[in-house]
């Protein structure tokens, strides 16, 4: 579809290389990519779920654009099974074998294209494909997920899942572009979509007030909207369109800001971790039951409640931050009704939450770092805090 007027787009690390609108999967992103990103290899990769909605329009706007520039490059397609247990040592192998194999030919190289299109799990585990393959490729960022828009995606943080934790092995190499299309947005099932408004609320609580106020005020329009079933298409959103895509950037905008000024989490960058110790603990022992923006969620309201008890923040802006969260259908307690149902009440104590805290990648040793809230929009230090094991108790 042609633009009557050019995509929003976002400088990261010194360079405009996030585009936000409708509208951008098929022609836009094709020429895009052949201008900006040039290749005679682009490898698609998504999951067997987006695959048959999304792939065969892309080929042909993919095919025609080609043709009209007498381009010679080619596209070539991969899918995996779609969820969290792709995101393997096992399923990274199998796209490096399939990259490798002879039937390529003539061969993926370096100069080669990864295109990632999926949610959060495709990002992070085909980025980090991308990082190693051929000691390294360029590859683009296409979200289909909320979460993915406004976190994952952008950054260049990839990784896949082991035992042991998830995230924990993989490297950080930055997108050459991230494309949001927030069309994909109208087919996002309505859980999905209130599981990445927990990233958007964090944003807006570590930094930004004003868009916290935002958040407040247009809760009520953006759920009734998100309430109507994907199968509605393109007009599911129609009544909020301009909302979503403000809310969007300026989760977009932050997440960007941070990630230039601390690519590689010094210190700043883990301020977007807030609500994430908590919260990745009750993801490692509720996974898959319970999605991970419902355990930061969970999570934000268990360190702002903390951030209260060691004296810096009110209780006030603990419960202004739940009350946010709750108007966006998100859980606020382990003990919250849904989430005892969906994770059939599984039992659990605090010592092995406290024990899962102990992998986390920001703790300084067996020390445990916590992002504390000092207020709506701000918090206590510019980095994680140091936190005692008997407070988090």
Known sequence: MNHSTEPTKVSILGKENIVVDYNLWGTYIVHDLLTNVPSATYIL??????HDKYVPPFEASFSDVVAQRRSNARLLKYQIPPGETSKSRV??????????????DP??????????LGGGVIGD???????????????????????AMVDSSIGGKTAIDTPTGKNLIGAFWQPSKIYIDLNFLNTLPTREFINGMAEVIKTAAIWDEEEFERLERNASHVMAAIRAPPEAGDQRLSSVQSIIKSLVLGSVKVKAHVVSEDEREGGLRNLLNFGHSIGHAYEGILTPQI???????IGMVLEAALARHLGVLDGE??????????SYGLPTSPSDSVVRRRSANKHYTVNQLVSVMGADKKND?????????????RTFKREATVVSDRDIR
Request: charged share 25%.
């Open 317 to 326: 802006a603990v419960a202004r931050l739940a009350k946010c969260l709750s």
């Open 91 to 104: 399923t990274k192998a199998d796209i490096e074998d399939w990259l490798l194999s002879d039937e390529r």
């Open 365 to 377: 040793g067996k020390k445990k770092r916590i992002v504390l809230l000092a207020g709506i929009g």
């Open 107 to 116: 061969p993926c190289d370096t100069k080669s294209v990864i295109i990632a």
């Open 291 to 297: 999605l991970h923006g419902e355990c930061v969620s």
């Open 45 to 50: 990769i998504t999951d067997t779920n987006l």
């Open 125 to 147: 585990m085909i980025g980090f494909v991308a990082a190693t393959f051929k000691r390294g490729v360029r590859f683009v960022q296409v979200p289909t997920s909320l979460l």
